[in-house]
């Protein structure tokens, strides 16, 4: 055992006690410097090789990419540095500092998840690295939780190319290989206000919005009759009217209505594919109202990602995992980092803690996770 970085659960603790928000609102978003900082000194500890990268179009977040070893094949073990804010008011918990309570490790981010990295760390103190015959990576990624910039710069600019990449998301030690993307859209009709008395003073725009909504729903039953995927429960890409608003009395003409849906494109679809059929929708509409009709994302969208069921990576985590892979409802960093290695996501924890109060960690999965983890090191690297 190498005694040269602090014990797991100090690790884990130092980890959780190093705030890294994400959040599109600057005012809460914070640098996630000190996990990076804390991660390249264990990691450098270690023997590793430490490439450090400043993420374009974030406020001062970093990229770590730590290697034992060169050349191409191995193992990459990924994940995010960031957490998503907190509610103050409903943690009874102390968010950064870690609580063992109830067989329960407590903190933001115990599984969503800098816990992994400390799982990580720990696994690898016991293996000989020097016996390694194929690369070892660990990547460490800012702004999953918000514009995953980190995984898109990592995808466009890395040159390794490991056999396998493993992201560390809490999926209960169950491997995931495939998840719809996330498209959420903002369609805005700005109309002409008037008097209600006399109609054709103004342009309704509710009375617009209920031709574009009319539109939507047609997409909607032609995005489920022409695309087809069994891996997934609900087998075809969805639509969904999310809220809207629009109007102020009832004695005005209206002038102004917004309505926020979403889409879930299966993995084969691409993002500039839906962009088209959502447009090529809508069109007969912008025509006959032009420049009264805007559609903008309501943020980034996310493409859907599948690890083909045949891959031979997946087969071999599959079988080190004692579990056949399934697919996600949730989004992640997968389609990005797929574009270097087959993704499989797998990690210690349960999706249905993430983004809660009073994150936790069950710490039934601490011996299993240090289990699977050197088994899955060792697999691919030695
Ligand atoms: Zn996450």
Redesign the pocket.
């Known amino acids: 055992m190498n005694m040269s970085i602090p014990s797991f659960l100090n690790m884990y603790n130092e980890l959780i006690s190093s705030p890294s928000i994400s959040s599109s609102n600057p005012e809460l978003d914070q640098s996630n410097k000190l996990v990076i900082e804390k991660l390249a000194d264990w990691l450098e500890e270690l023997g590793f090789t430490i490439t450090l990268e400043e993420v374009p179009f974030s406020r001062n977040k970093l990229n770590l990419l730590a290697s034992y070893g060169t050349g191409t094949g191995g193992l990459l073990l990924s ?2 540095t960031d ?1 998503v804010p907190f509610d103050e008011e409903q943690w009874t918990k102390d968010p950064f500092k870690l609580t063992q309570q109830d067989n329960r490790l407590y903190g933001l981010g115990t ?3 800098k816990g992994f990295f400390a799982f990580v760390l720990e696994a690898i103190r016991d293996i000989d690295l020097t016996k390694l015959k194929k690369p070892l990576h660990i990547l460490a990624t800012a702004d ?2 918000t514009t995953m910039a980190g995984a898109i710069y990592f995808a466009k600019t890395a040159t390794l190319k490991p056999d396998c990449a493993i992201i560390g ?2 999926t209960g030690l169950i491997p995931i290989r495939a998840h719809k993307g996330h498209v959420a859209n903002v369609i805005k009709v700005i109309g002409k206000s008037g008097h209600s008395s006399d109609p054709e003073k103004g342009i309704n725009a509710l009375e617009i919005m209920h031709q574009v909504i009319a539109r939507l729903l047609k997409l909607r039953n032609k995005l489920k009759t022409k695309y087809h995927n069994d891996s997934f429960q609900i087998p075809y890409p969805t639509l969904n009217l999310g809220h809207i608003h629009g109007g102020d009395a009832a004695n005005r003409i209206c002038g102004h209505c917004e309505l926020v849906m979403d889409m879930r494109p299966l993995p084969d679809m691409h993002l500039e594919d839906l962009y088209e059929l959502l447009h090529k929708e809508l069109k007969p509409i912008m025509q006959q109202w032009p420049d009264r009709i805007a559609i903008e994302y309501e943020n980034m969208p996310i493409p859907g990602y599948e690890c083909l069921a045949q891959s031979p990576a997946l087969k071999q985590v599959e079988s080190l995992a004692k579990h056949q892979a399934e697919t996600a409802n949730y989004s ?2 997968a389609p990005y980092i797929n574009q270097i290695a087959p993704a499989i996501i797998l990690g210690p924890g349960s999706i249905d803690q ?1 983004h809660q109060a009073d994150e936790f960690l069950d710490m039934d999965f601490i011996k299993p996770t240090d289990l699977l983890l050197k088994k899955l090191i060792t697999s691919f690297c030695l």
Do not use: F
Request: hydrophobic share 25%; aromatic share 0%.
């Open positions: 994940g995010h957490t599984i969503d998840m999953e939780e998301e809490p992640t960093e993430a």
